[in-house]
């Protein structure tokens, strides 16, 4: 990708995006946005080794940078400046980024110590001003030139491992970890590098929908099915492919099923168009779902009656697109205009504006999910007297950063206060389920979790909840 092309186009993205923070900060009463990019998280407290880093995906919407302790300084008018935490370290070194068309769309100032960092920051925060939270979100939904050509190359990269993975797949029998780690040879990245873990599933594994429990023996299998994407400055592609090969009637019948949905998928992305309602062509997918196992003799009574059943929702149990999560697919509609239902209905809309039509291909975040986030905390700043004028309004701040799942593993950084918050409570609990201090919890830590309904179901209701401040309160 040609550097100066993509240049300019960052300059364009934060510029718009400059301007648009800069409107929601005057109409909800704020001066300053405060983006932190996360902070590290050790795998076990009986150990010393830490995850990779995963930064927030707000901190990301500006900017690739992959290292923790940074903060995204806004001020509507003003340049955004971009403080970086550049403290000696002879056990790791950060990791250079792919590319520097960035730096000039930032002034930088670097700072040798977290308290050096503290005093760079807007003072006196407090939590989650939610009308704030929300337009912000909002921001993310229609893609920037710059964005759509960062998707763009996460997906070509991603197709040159899928590719490989067909061409090694067709040409005799081999192990699910072979065929994983081919596709990481192919797409150049490490483990920690995909936007989720890749899904390399032959026979009958393809049924788990996650499985990553990489078989390590070759195997005959007439098909195999591989969920994996690619990243590229921040974003992602998150591409599925399915693949038989073999004769008999088995395979035979379920070469037929995999052509009858890949006809399915392009009729849907045909049918997409502006202002139509998710739920339609949620709807309608499960219709022609329901047509397809009829026709391949899985269903014995007529599409619509299995439908009308929840059969369908047996063999299609995501929908279109799998629920989303903000740090992985980017917010497509208000928390509050969103529905959730057994076959995870989305009330999102098809909008008009800037971005391209869903394609097939692949999703996109500022972040991977990498990985997923799964609640968001805000602050902002309590009101101080003017130091320059009394008659002026108290300046306000206001602070980002999102929590972090299993999968979204922090780095070496550093803790920007050992003080506790007089007015901030303890927030525990998160989308995997598994409770942390408020503090790691805010600074964008993780921890080791499952995954059960109850704690989603939680997690969901604490999205608003109060937290502590991770740059510290004076």
Request: charged share 25%.
């Amino acid at each position: 990708m040609d550097r100066n092309t993509l240049e300019g186009l960052h300059r364009a993205h934060v510029s718009r995006l400059a301007a648009d923070t800069g409107q929601a900060l005057r109409k909800h009463g704020y001066d300053a946005l405060v983006v932190h990019s996360g902070a590290p998280q050790k795998r076990t407290q009986a150990d010393d080794q830490y995850w990779p880093l995963r930064v927030t995906p707000e901190f990301q919407h500006w900017l690739p940078l992959m290292e923790p302790g940074c903060a995204l300084v806004v001020e509507p008018g003003r340049k955004p400046r971009l403080l970086r935490l550049r403290e000696t370290n002879f056990w790791e070194a950060l990791a250079l980024p792919e590319t520097d068309h960035f730096w000039g769309s930032f002034d930088v100032v670097e700072a040798s110590s977290a308290p050096a960092m503290r005093d760079l920051l807007p003072r006196a925060r407090v939590a989650n001003p939610p009308q704030l939270v929300a337009a912000l979100d909002q921001l993310r939904v229609h893609k920037t030139p710059y964005e759509e050509e960062c998707i763009a190359e996460a997906n070509r990269r991603a197709a040159a491992g899928h590719e490989d993975l067909r061409r090694l797949f067709a040409d005799g029998d081999r192990p699910e970890l072979e065929l994983h780690l081919a596709f990481l040879g192919a797409t150049k990245q490490d483990d920690a590098d995909t936007p989720y873990k890749n899904i390399v599933a032959l026979g009958a594994h393809s049924a788990t929908l996650h499985h990553v429990s990489y078989s390590k023996r070759a195997q005959p299998a007439q098909s195999l099915l591989v969920d994996a994407g690619a990243c590229f400055a921040g974003y992602c592609s998150d591409v599925t492919r399915t693949w038989v090969k073999g004769g008999g009637g088995a395979g035979s019948a379920f070469a037929g099923l995999v052509a009858q949905v890949d006809a399915m998928q392009q009729r849907l992305c045909a049918q997409a168009r502006t202002g139509l309602p998710y739920e339609a062509l949620h709807d309608e997918s499960h219709r022609q779902v329901g047509g397809i196992l009829r026709e391949t003799g899985l269903l014995k009574t007529s599409g619509e009656e299995g439908v009308a059943a929840g059969v369908t929702r047996a063999f299609y149990p995501h929908g279109p697109s799998c629920a989303t999560r903000p740090s992985f697919r980017s917010d497509s509609a208000s928390p509050s205009s969103r529905a959730s239902t057994s076959s995870m209905r989305c009330s999102a809309r098809f909008a008009k504006g800037p971005s391209r039509a869903p394609s097939t291909g692949g999703s996109s975040m500022p972040s991977r999910p990498s990985a997923a986030s799964a609640s968001k905390t805000t602050w902002s700043s309590a009101k101080t007297a003017s130091a320059t004028s009394p008659a002026n309004p108290s300046p306000k701040a206001v602070a980002l950063w999102t929590k972090r799942s299993p999968r979204s593993r922090g780095g070496r950084g550093v803790d920007f206060s050992k003080k506790k918050s007089p007015r901030a409570p303890r927030l525990r609990g998160d989308l995997f389920g598994q409770c942390t201090p408020a503090i790691s919890f805010l600074m964008g830590r993780v921890s080791a979790a499952s995954s059960t309904a109850e704690p989603m179901a939680k997690a969901a209701t604490e999205r608003k909840s109060p937290g502590r401040d991770p740059f510290g309160s004076k």
